[in-house]
């Protein structure tokens, strides 16, 4: 598995409005746009940093996979998304390597992304994703 870079910082927010108010006003990033994903439930903004983001993630429903984690643990980090060469030989070898996946197969994330998740509990506690992008 090639990993590129970190490619971005998920981070869940109440709201994307209340992330930006620290984000976007105080630390000086600035909002590249917005994107719902209706699959996950989720509206992102991404904010450019160097090479990387920082990813707001607003959950568009209650029964959506942040506001669970914002009702379990707060808002704050959620996951950390590392860019790969190619994402299905990254989740072949790690399948191989017998790392519990949260998806065995990649699917469509923001920005045209093919993205998948480690289980926290093959990574001792952290949400991992894997991010390949065509651009």
Not at 5 to 19: Q, T
Not at 88 to 96: F, H, I, S
Request: aromatic residues 4%; proline residues 3%.
């Amino acid at each position: 598995m090639k990993i590129q870079k970190i490619d971005h910082l998920g981070i869940a927010v109440s709201s994307i409005d209340s992330g930006k108010k620290f984000w976007q006003d105080i630390m000086g990033l600035e909002l590249e746009g917005t994107e719902t994903v209706e699959e996950q439930k989720v509206t992102t903004a991404f904010m450019p940093v160097g090479e990387s983001e920082v990813e707001l993630l607003e959950s568009t429903s209650p029964d959506g996979p942040i506001a669970k984690y914002i009702e379990k643990r707060g808002a704050g980090l959620q996951h950390v998304a590392f860019r790969v060469e190619n994402i299905d030989e990254a989740l072949a070898e790690l399948k191989e390597k017998g790392v519990q996946l949260i998806d065995q197969t990649a699917r469509k994330g923001a920005g045209g992304a093919r993205i998948a998740f480690l289980h926290p509990k093959a990574t001792g506690g952290i949400l991992v994703e894997l991010c390949e992008r065509t651009n």
